[in-house]
């Protein structure tokens, strides 16, 4: 878990800085598509045996392309909508998020029923693809926005949350 977590740390400023520069939809599908090859890699093509630190950066290089995935999509988002409809657009992602971390989990959970504990690769894999078709359909569907009109990335920010105790 901290190897893919650390990944995503490495990589965030480095695939927004490149998504300030050329398309997001172009990075978008980048990531998306070198998280599925990762874990086609890790199922086809890497033994049991392999070396745990092999292990290691395999998990890195895949969370590396997923963590950052969600903060250039809502840059992208944010450099396709009008002003003052900022809010809107970002909460229809946290929804569509919401019904994704809703429903992965069952559909996870029947494809590890079905194949075992190759299903849950599986589920992500087939998620990272449709991702990475559905970003590059959108690319033949429009043009992207101009360099001028997008925005600095900036990674989605932490939100301290406070909590006051009462006395007992």
Known sequence: MACGTLGGFVTTYPLGWLSDRMDRRHVIIGASGMAAAILLALIHFVPATVSIWLLFIYVAIFGGSVI???????????????PGEFVAAA????????VGAAIGPVISGMAMTEFGRLGLLYVVITAQALM????????????APPTEKKETFTPEPTVPVGTQLEAS
């Open 68 to 82: 950052p995935t969600y903060s250039i999509v809502t840059a992208h988002v944010n450099d396709m909508v009008k």
């Open 91 to 98: 909460g229809g992602l946290l929804i569509l998020q919401g």
């Open 132 to 143: 990475a078709i559905w970003g590059a359909y959108r690319s033949l569907q429009r043009a």
